[in-house]
């Protein structure tokens, strides 16, 4: 009863987007104007809005607009049709009913029944924020009592920080009758308040979309309410709860799962963070390493017993005292000595008015507690305006000034996964494939069975898997349940058909391989047997120095984690003289070993001594130890921040 009956409590309501429905107003009708159409029998829908009255054969902005009234919002009428399909000299007469764009779009959105079906509709759509309510989602019968000045929409659009303080006043606003029940009430609510507080979510409005939540945010919020559930005898699993967490926020974490362990429940996380690790009873650390020769428990047992066992990998950041310098320190004398990149903004969100000074040449860290207004400076504010100088137009509106005299590229490297489909894999993003193919092609059996390197394309070459078209996976169709990807029966997820596995090359080591095995080897197996194709040769040594040497050549890249992305985005641009550019890193050790960590600063650093900048947002605390200059924002998250708090050296 409290949802609002005009967009059913989502806040949101749905409009067709007209310009969507004719994105090309210069093609006819006939040429495929109305893209709606397009999905709904479209030789007989043209041909009846050819009976309507429609020009077909004219560019659709020569329309009347009469006849764009009837294309948009013309009047379900049957019309009778002499209709002739695209193959066949045959033809048929048809009584057919006008479906305008509009409807068409509004049919479809009403009996879309899954995911697919809405993507399909949603680009003629538009949403906009629902007249009726505002946006609050509520009725507004929901929204006429108030409790303490404000009214559940407001309260709802607080933050949890503001709404702390608003509800501790509650109870003493009612009267002595209400005021027991008010009280229960509000404790119950400040209990689960000093979780969330606690895990750094203060900054958050009570009524923010789930689905805008990023994933550490989510699970912290399902972290709350699980110790709000009070449950017992469950096993809670945690992947890198850590994740976007600040380290001010680390003890709210350990103290949630205390208490889920308190309750009686058993608490797994699969975390790299060295402060969760030391308060664990038991650890279980796999390794030796990643890929093909990792997959074994390399040590077990308590954190003392991991600490001094010989064999483990996190043993020396397990105990106190473990230097996590690894670069030189730059003296501050000397830290501007390449140059500045100066930025001032106005006010942006909740980033109060900045005056940005970042040195040129240097690493630079800028750090600060969720939703302190790192994003919003770095990612909506200096790259956009960098590149907007770049290319000589102008920065966004609340970037007053930007001076960085000899920048001419900003390159965002994010952790958004690399290619559209299983296609894009290691090989291919890394420009070696098309080398290998064309060695092969080389080969005495090629040449003997015709083949050449177009041919062990696997997108559009002879060589592909006819099972798979060359994917490695086929989708099954599982009715009344999602589709279901298993590896290819007939190549076994290599891409190939069997001729691909007669075609051999011999290495320098007398080896002889079929590219489906050399595709099925890891950078650093390839390493050794490709030293006489110095191209690839390599590009294989700059992923192996990226730290991606366990990676296989055919591993599909949206596979890859967000750090694995990162790094071989990275790949085409060492060695190269980077003075002139400015590489931003938004969370780069998200998911990595401390021994990672040292292989990403050791990138980094290959960078700085290139004359690369490189901006990283971060909360790992060897990266910013690490840092040549560190600027800090907050103090808080939210209002309570978007300030530069501090900014100098480590």
């Not at 057919?96 to 399909?120: C, H, I, P, Q």
């Not at 979309?209 to 096993?235: D, F, I, K, P, Y």
């Not at 366990?550 to 003289?577: C, D, F, V």
């Not at 003075?579 to 890193?585: D, G, Y």
Request: aromatic share 4%; charged share 25%; hydrophobic share 40%.
């Amino acid at each position: 009863a409290g949802a609002c009956p005009a967009c059913a409590g989502t806040g949101i309501v749905r409009e067709v987007n007209r310009a969507a429905l004719v994105p090309d107003e210069s093609k006819s009708i006939d040429e495929g104007a109305v893209l709606p159409w397009g999905s709904l029998m479209w030789d007989l829908m043209k041909q009846v809005a050819g009976a309507m009255g429609v020009r077909t054969d004219v560019p659709f902005k020569d329309l009347t607009p009469k006849e764009r009234d009837i294309v948009f919002n013309g009047p379900a009428v049957k019309k009778h049709i002499l209709y002739k399909p695209k193959k066949g000299d045959d033809f048929a007469e048809l009584d057919f009913t006008y479906f305008n764009a509009v409807y068409t779009v509004e049919n479809a959105l009403a009996k879309a029944k899954d995911e697919k079906g809405l993507k399909r509709v949603a680009r003629f759509l538009e949403e906009k924020t629902c007249p009726d309510c505002g946006g609050t989602r509520l009725s507004e019968a929901a929204r006429t009592p108030r409790v303490r000045g404000l009214n559940l929409a407001e309260a709802s659009a607080m933050t949890l920080d503001a709404a702390v303080d608003w509800v501790r006043g509650v109870p003493g606003s009612l009267g002595a009758d209400m005021r027991p029940m008010a009280t229960n009430i509000c404790e119950s609510f400040l209990d689960v308040a000093r979780r969330l507080l606690e895990l750094g979510l203060g900054y958050l409005t009570l009524d923010r979309a789930g689905a805008t939540l990023s994933t550490g945010e989510r699970q912290r919020v399902q972290l709350a309410r699980a110790v709000r559930n009070r449950t017992t005898g469950v096993l809670y699993v945690l992947d890198e709860p850590s994740i976007g967490l600040h380290p001010a926020n680390v003890d709210g974490l350990l103290g949630v799962m205390r208490d889920l362990v308190a309750d009686g429940n058993s608490v797994v996380v699969v975390d790299h963070d060295v402060r969760v690790l030391k308060v664990c009873d038991h650890l279980i650390e796999m390794g030796p390493v990643a890929g093909a020769e990792g997959g074994h428990v390399i040590a077990q047992g308590t954190v003392g017993d991991v600490a001094a066992n010989p064999r483990s990998r996190i043993a020396p950041f397990l105990a106190d005292g473990e230097s996590v310098r690894e670069r030189g320190c730059m003296p501050v004398s000397h830290m501007f000595d390449l140059g500045h990149i100066r930025m001032t903004t106005s006010q942006l969100h909740t980033v109060k008015p900045l005056d940005v000074d970042i040195p040129r040449g240097r690493l630079v860290a800028v750090t600060g507690v969720s939703g302190s207004g790192k994003t919003t400076m770095v990612l909506e504010s200096l790259i956009p305006a960098l590149k907007a100088r770049s290319a000589g137009e102008k920065p966004p509106e609340h970037v007053r000034s930007i001076d960085a005299d000899g920048i001419e590229r900003a390159n965002l490297i994010d952790a958004t996964p690399i290619g559209a489909n299983v296609r894009s894999t290691v090989a291919t993003y890394a420009d070696i494939h098309d080398d290998l193919r064309r060695a092969f092609a080389r080969s005495d059996e090629a040449k003997a069975g015709g083949w050449k390197a177009g041919d062990f394309s696997y997108n559009t070459g002879r060589l592909r898997c006819p099972t798979c078209d060359g994917t490695g996976s086929i989708s099954l169709d599982v009715q009344f349940l999602p589709d279901v990807d298993i590896e290819c029966p007939d190549c076994r997820g290599s891409r190939y058909a069997p001729e691909a596995d007669a075609i051999h090359r011999t290495t320098k080591d007398g080896r002889e391989l079929t590219l489906p095995q050399l595709m099925a080897m890891s950078v650093d197996q390839a390493l050794a047997v490709t030293g006489d194709m110095r191209k690839v040769h390599a590009r294989l040594t700059t992923l192996h120095d990226l730290g991606l040497g366990y990676l296989t050549l055919g591993e599909p890249t949206p596979a890859l984690s967000g750090g694995e992305a990162q790094r071989l985005k990275l790949a085409s641009e060492m060695g190269r003289a980077q003075s002139h550019a400015v590489f931003v890193f938004d969370e780069p050790t998200i998911g990595l070993h401390p021994l990672d960590v040292r292989v990403l600063l050791g990138v980094f650093d290959r960078l700085v001594a290139s004359g690369a900048t490189v901006v990283v947002i971060e909360h790992d605390l060897d990266v910013i130890a690490n840092a040549d200059w560190v600027i800090d924002m907050g103090p808080g998250g939210g209002e309570s921040g978007g300030r530069i708090v501090a900014a100098g050296t480590p």
